[in-house]
């Protein structure tokens, strides 16, 4: 049975196959290997982008004061006497977010369930290009190394926030971290956009090509639409970013004069003239707009299959959902210039913005009331994954509202570049694609290494974690709205002149800075159910969730093209969650109608 | 070492103790042969009793967050546009506000709600066309009127200056702020910044004798050309590599730079030196007056910073290369907010709102708002300084730099009569922070 399936894939092994150790493990071109090294890398680059938030938390809300902790992972160069060095706390601050955005949400979130699932869903033996896949793997294992080890250099990480706007990011003079940290951001970035891209098309030619008999495009999980619009997305706008790390290189190494115009740094007179700093903004951010529904949509996707297997009903209007889909990824390229309302463009470019940027609210509305009404009349089963997507459902209301605030260009003007915006893309874009990972991992856990994660261990993390995340950025929003600025280093200058503002802030500070150790504490039972489980867990069952998707078809050890045999048929939509008329309360993919039986 | 060690070690157990723990309890569930994938209904009621709970102390979290920090928790605004803004933020905040209870409520009360409860099952609703029309005609409405609200201000807020605006530069640079008036003639006068000159040009204002000065300099000045160019060919003096490399790149630049210096002074119009002559500098402090209409045009020195008015609810980057506008009227004094705020020492503050380098949070000027009558004696102290007997202007590049105290001090005034002049000084004192005083 087997060599039936190999034979179909090209191979003339049985069984097992003959893979020594480092074709399976390490230059694997298996879609679920590829998935796993995707995640393990992901969670790796997570806990060190949230250690190094704790770091720049502990001097935010108590400013000056002399750490151990701080001492200990800063030594004496970033950390003279145990205080956080201002350099230093912008560079915490700017790798923070890379790696955070990139890393774990735009190469972790895609990388682990696009590779996952596209195959196992549509019902392919594997991606369209294995080598290809594996090309994407380790070019974003050789990002994420660089970008790691720029942490470590003398002279610093990059410095200039995760935007790395120029001229700051241009000139070595202006910042410590523009030497040679930023040359290695701009490196490793460069290679993570060549593994994003790699990997994109990938999807996208699996996604259209590779779709078994009776996959109608109308029949996709709604995962599989969100993996694929985010390729798409990502194809479309990573060039662009590509083309502003390449234009910025240029400006550094080769003299090039594309952002920099009449500076003055340091006492020296630059040449260079009749660039503009705000075209690299405009470069930047057109990747940077559609980048956040990057990340966003797939954890949506993700959340859209949990929430439906778990409350045991078809997720309310699948078209809309996937108009929705659509929408947001077609509105996502012509709102990017929200991000640079204060930056001196014509108001009348300002006002366009404005408009497209709140038509996207309406799609957004949408999936949550369908989220919603997929909840109503429910038969909830409260499983890990299930409540991190009630989870995201919360956050990206909790989040998204604010975004109305925030996209009203008059009230930009005040609230631009405060923690208002900090907390708002925090709980919209943060927590909601961490809480649609984490619902994916506990989901597809047992998939992936056919063991079954404790949940009892998952209940405690998904409680601490939610109470965390909203105590640590829901104060937030009052801190913005007192004033502050972001990315300063030290509130205290701010007592100075205004002592009311500065006393809601500082009390504000202390209290998100408790809940983020708090909530970074509650990721060590994660790491800890998560790599216990690996090794130890308990056996899985074929089919844990009851669920209705092809990748619940599989056997549980993971085998070479997916599936024994014939690949299956489908026959019906996935969603057929206690239908009138079955005995069960989920009909699979691939049982095709009764007689008389209408689809949906 | 030894705590290092001994914080290893504690670690290490805790993962051991916690893996037997979890043997533990695998080795009782399979006693009670349930597995990680059956919920319980156990699981399932504790787990929807959780939602509702944290549902309510969301809710009460924010409401308390709001009652101690007074609604959107930002103070009074202190502009005529702030006040307009605020009203749109009510506005909108209301709005907000409403969805996210509402939403929310419905979240976590379905979730409480529709738990599985053995023998009932799930109601098979895939779609309803009506429903789904009804929340998305209603979001578009109330965009809509978002939109217009939001459109209407954001016009006002950016349309031109009045015409009896004063017209004041922000002149930024790491890590601080220079504030120039347009002085007399209400114009700027022109700037370009190959004419930098540290201690006496900074803002580096263009007028012939600018121009000459920085030829000069350039050519024969401290690290002029013609300094350059006799380090590098002079065998006798010993340099690095690096030093030579660097020296010959400054060279490099230098020529460059004179050519396009002397270009400038070939298209120079001396007419317009006027415009830059009349135009005071002050740093430190930035006095407004209350009710008088501001355009402010921003300029960077270096990097990208942002001029952030968070009281006056104003705020423009500030582009090397590029100058940028933004206006508004104070229309309280800081003696007014001081009294509003109750607050003795309370001063508003221009913050740097864009990452410009280390010491960016230290970036701020301070703002004094004063009545006309105060401001008006402190302008013309201010023009009247700078002016000769004769009515002429001072036209020497280095009175550029004046700071208020440094012109206060001096007192070369003539036309003002001394004691009217003290007594301005007092009145100003009073309005300027402890530690700014002379």
């Known amino acids: 049975m087997a060599a039936v399936a190999h034979d179909a894939h090209g191979h003339d092994d049985h069984g097992h196959h003959e893979e020594s150790f480092v074709s399976k493990y390490i230059f694997s071109q298996d879609h679920k290997m590829i998935s796993k090294q995707f995640l393990m890398t992901a969670v790796f680059m997570g806990v060190v982008a949230m250690l190094l938030s704790i770091l720049f938390r502990i001097q935010l809300a108590w400013p000056g004061e002399s750490s151990d902790f701080l001492s200990f992972f800063l030594g004496d160069q970033w950390a003279p006497g145990g205080v956080l060095s201002e350099d230093m706390y912008l560079g915490l601050v700017t790798i923070h977010g890379t790696i955070m955005v990139f890393f774990l949400l735009t190469g972790g979130l895609s990388g682990t369930f696009s590779n996952l699932l596209i195959p196992y869903q549509i019902g392919a033996r594997d991606m369209a290009s294995g080598f290809l896949n594996m090309l994407s793997y380790w070019f974003f294992f050789i990002s994420s190394g660089l970008m790691f080890v720029s942490l470590f250099i003398e002279t610093g990480p990059a410095m200039a926030g995760w935007t790395i706007y120029p001229p700051l990011s241009a000139l070595p003079q202006a910042i410590s971290g523009s030497g040679l940290g930023m040359t290695l951001w701009l490196a490793s970035m460069t290679i993570f956009i060549a593994s994003s891209l790699i990997g994109s098309l990938n999807y996208i030619v699996t996604v259209l090509n590779l779709r078994t008999k009776g996959m109608h495009m109308t029949r996709l999980p709604l995962t599989i639409w969100t993996f694929f619009v985010t390729a798409i997305l990502g194809v479309l706008s990573f060039p662009v970013l590509l083309s502003a790390a390449l234009l910025l290189m240029m400006d550094r190494l080769a003299g090039t004069s594309f952002f920099l115009s009449d500076i003055i740094v340091q006492g020296e007179m630059l040449t260079n003239h009749g660039g503009s700093p705000i075209l690299y903004q405009h470069l930047f951010w057109f990747l940077g707009h559609p980048e956040v529904y990057i990340v966003l949509l797939p954890a949506l996707g993700l959340s859209s299959e949990v929430i439906s297997t778990n409350s045991r009903k078809p997720i309310f209007g699948y078209r809309a959902m996937i108009g929705s889909i659509l929408a947001i990824g077609f509105l996502s390229f012509i709102v990017w210039a929200h991000h640079m309302f204060v930056t001196g463009m014509n108001p009348f470019l300002g006002s366009v913005f404005v408009f497209t940027t709140l038509l996207i609210a309406i799609p957004s509305a949408v999936k949550v009331f369908n989220y919603i009404t997929t909840l109503w009349k429910g038969s909830i089963i409260f499983t890990p994954a299930m409540l991190f997507a009630i989870g995201l459902v919360s956050t990206f209301i909790t989040g998204g509202v604010t975004g109305i605030i925030l996209a009203d260009a008059a009230l930009d003007i005040t609230t631009h570049d405060t923690y208002f915006v900090v907390a708002h893309f925090h709980v919209v874009m943060g927590l909601s694609a961490v809480f649609g990972m984490f619902a994916g991992v506990y989901h597809w856990f047992p998939k992936m290494y056919g063991k079954m994660m404790n949940k009892k261990l998952g209940y405690i993390h998904f409680w601490i974690t939610i109470v965390g995340a909203y105590g640590v950025f829901f104060p937030m929003h009052f801190v913005g709205l007192a004033g502050a600025p972001r990315r300063y280093y030290d509130y205290t200058v701010l007592g100075e002149n205004d002592i009311d503002s500065f006393n809601q802030i500082m009390d504000l500070n202390v209290i998100i800075t408790v809940f983020a150790i708090m909530a970074a504490l509650g990721q060590l039972i994660f790491l800890f159910n998560f790599f216990y489980s690996i090794f130890r867990g308990p056996k899985t069952v074929q089919n844990p969730w009851k669920s209705t998707t092809l990748e619940w078809t599989t056997p549980i050890e993971h085998i070479h093209g997916n599936w024994p045999g014939e690949l299956p048929t489908v026959h019906r939509w996935p969603y057929d969650y206690s239908k009138p008329g079955s005995d069960v309360d989920f009909i699979p993919q691939t049982v095709p109608l009764a007689p008389g039986e209408e689809e949906h | ?438």
């Not at chain 2, 939602?51 to 409401?63: S, V």
């Open chain 2, 1 to 438: 070492m030894v705590t290092k060690l001994i914080i290893l070690l504690v670690i290490v157990l805790g993962i051991i103790a916690a893996a037997q723990l979890m043997r533990l309890y695998e080795l009782s569930s399979k006693m009670r042969k349930t597995g990680e994938h059956d919920i319980t209904n156990r699981d399932n009621r504790l787990n929807a009793g959780l939602m509702l709970t944290f549902m309510i102390a969301l809710f009460l979290g924010f409401i308390w967050l709001m009652l101690k920090y007074g609604w959107t928790g930002r103070g009074e605004a202190a502009s005529v546009h702030g006040h307009e803004l605020d009203w749109l933020l009510n506005v909108n905040y209301v709005i907000v506000l409403a969805v996210f209870f509402l939403t929310n409520f419905l979240l976590f009360w379905f979730a409480f709600k529709y738990v599985k409860k053995p023998g009932v099952p799930a109601f098979y609703f895939p779609h309803d066309n009506k429903l789904e029309m009804v929340w998305t005609v209603i979001p578009a409405i109330v965009l809509a009127v978002i939109i217009i609200f939001g459109l209407r201000s954001w016009n006002n807020v950016t349309a031109a200056a009045a015409d009896d605006a004063i017209i004041v530069e922000l002149f930024s640079k790491q890590f601080d702020w220079t504030a120039r008036y347009s002085g007399e003639d209400n114009k700027l006068g022109k700037f370009d910044y190959k004419l930098t000159e540290d201690a006496k040009n900074e803002l580096a204002l263009m007028t012939t004798e600018s121009i000459q000065m920085a030829i000069d300099s350039m050519e024969s000045g401290v690290k002029g050309i013609s300094k350059l160019e006799l380090q590098l060919n002079d065998r006798t003096i010993m340099l690095t590599p690096e030093d030579r490399a660097a020296k010959t790149k400054d060279l490099g630049n230098k020529e460059k730079l004179i050519r396009l210096l002397y270009q400038m002074k070939m298209k120079h119009n001396s007419s317009l030196d006027a415009q830059a002559w009349d135009d005071f500098i002050v740093r430190d402090t930035l006095y407004l007056c209350k009710d008088q209409p501001y355009e402010f045009n921003f300029r960077s020195k270096d990097v990208l910073h942002s001029a952030f008015f968070p009281h006056f609810r104003a705020q423009m980057n500030t582009v090397p290369g590029t100058t940028t506008r933004f206006k508004f009227t104070p229309d309280l004094t800081t003696a007014d907010m001081r009294i509003s705020r109750g607050v003795e020492d309370f001063d508003y503050v221009l913050y740097c709102n864009k990452i410009c380098g280390g010491s960016h949070y230290k970036m701020k000027m301070i703002i004094v708002v004063l009545e006309k009558e105060a401001y008006d004696k402190w302008a013309a102290l201010k023009m009247n300084g700078r002016k000769a007997a004769d009515g002429s202007w001072d036209a020497e590049p280095a009175t550029f730099g004046h700071t208020f105290h440094k012109v206060a001090e001096e007192a070369p005034v003539e036309d003002t009569p001394e004691d009217e002049q003290e007594s301005t000084s007092e009145e100003l004192d009073a309005l300027v922070p402890e530690g700014d005083k002379v």
